[in-house]
């Protein structure tokens, strides 16, 4: 009966020139206006989930469920692309009680890994407003709503995530975080630590690159420089020597945030901020 409906639907649609038809059936609808009551599928298959997936609920496209047909919500494959022109990104999450009153929580951000037969949250960064003892309910209004981020992750040997970053005021905790469920506790000072002591390390000296090809034009030394977040030099590999032109290869140093290429002794690339743990530049010949 439901499949009779669509069919008598679209053709009335074809007639009053809404869609453009084909011998396979329509493939264009115009409309201004569009409502979903149930489910909206986006799929090359016309399944809402990719064959085998159905589990774990992995989209084959976009499908969308509305409130009354369990939990609704946007679900998407691949990437989810916003673009703007002249307009900043902005995505807000927004939320409250059923009777109007205000959620200090509106919800966070989560990485999750499928086990036991469930997604299983990792890492978490979510939004909040200050305690009711820090700032009354009272003093809530629409120039006063103070929040914070919170940065929790699950560790081994532990049934609920720990706070390990609490940041918000201008002022930022870190540490262990357990406090018995409760997290960390806000800073009063600007950087607060719990459970530890700062530490400073060195960044680590580049490993000697290896040279992956050449171009046989004639004998040269290759090294790379390690550069800070600061933009400071902070080590120098040692050399290695090619028979040309080199392709050259090398693992991250530790701490490290760019890199310089010199050849024969003098800088020619660089600062080189290449993803991933191994490097790989090609020297293009050029003073």
């Known amino acids: 009966m439901k499949d009779r409906l669509l069919t008598i639907a679209l053709s009335v649609a074809t007639t009053l020139g809404i869609t453009q038809a084909t011998p396979k059936g329509p493939r264009e609808l115009e409309v201004d206006r569009l409502i979903v009551r149930e489910e909206l599928i986006v799929s090359d298959t016309a399944s809402p989930w990719e064959a085998g ?3 774990h609920q992995i989209p084959r496209g ?6 009354g047909t369990g939990t609704a919500g946007l679900w998407v ?13 902005d995505d807000r999450f927004h939320a409250l009680e059923r009777d109007g009153s205000l959620r200090r929580a509106p919800g966070h951000i989560s990485w999750n890994v499928w086990l036991d037969g469930a ?3 990792m890492a978490i960064i979510q939004g909040e407003g200050l305690e009711l003892s820090e700032v009354p309910r009272e003093q809530w209004n629409g120039g006063t709503h103070p929040g914070r981020v919170r940065i929790q992750t699950f560790r081994p040997s532990h049934g609920e995530p720990l706070t390990d970053a609490l940041i918000g005021q201008g002022m930022m905790s870190l540490g262990g975080g357990g406090y ?5 506790p806000p800073a009063s ?5 719990w459970g530890g002591q700062m530490r400073a390390r060195p960044v680590e000296i580049p490993a000697a690159p290896v040279v992956v090809k050449h171009d046989g034009s004639g004998a040269h030394e290759y090294a790379i420089i390690a550069i ?6 902070q080590g120098t590999s040692p050399v290695v020597k090619a028979a040309g032109l080199a392709t050259l290869r090398w693992d991250s140093a530790t701490g490290a945030d760019a890199y310089i290429v010199v050849r024969d002794g003098r800088e020619i ?10 490097k790989e530049w090609t020297d293009p010949g050029k003073p």
Do not use: T
């Not at 494959?77 to 990104?89: Q, W």
């Open 189 to 193: 000072e600007v950087l607060e630590l």
């Open 62 to 67: 976009i499908y969308a469920r509305s409130q």
């Open 119 to 121: 997604w299983r949250q």
């Open 269 to 278: 690339a660089g600062p080189l901020r290449i993803e991933g743990s191994q």
């Open 228 to 233: 800070d977040v600061k933009g400071e030099r």
């Open 180 to 184: 018995g469920g409760g997290g960390l």
């Open 77 to 89: 494959r691949g990437r989810l692309i916003k673009g703007e022109i002249d307009d900043p990104f």
């Open 53 to 55: 997936y159905e589990e």
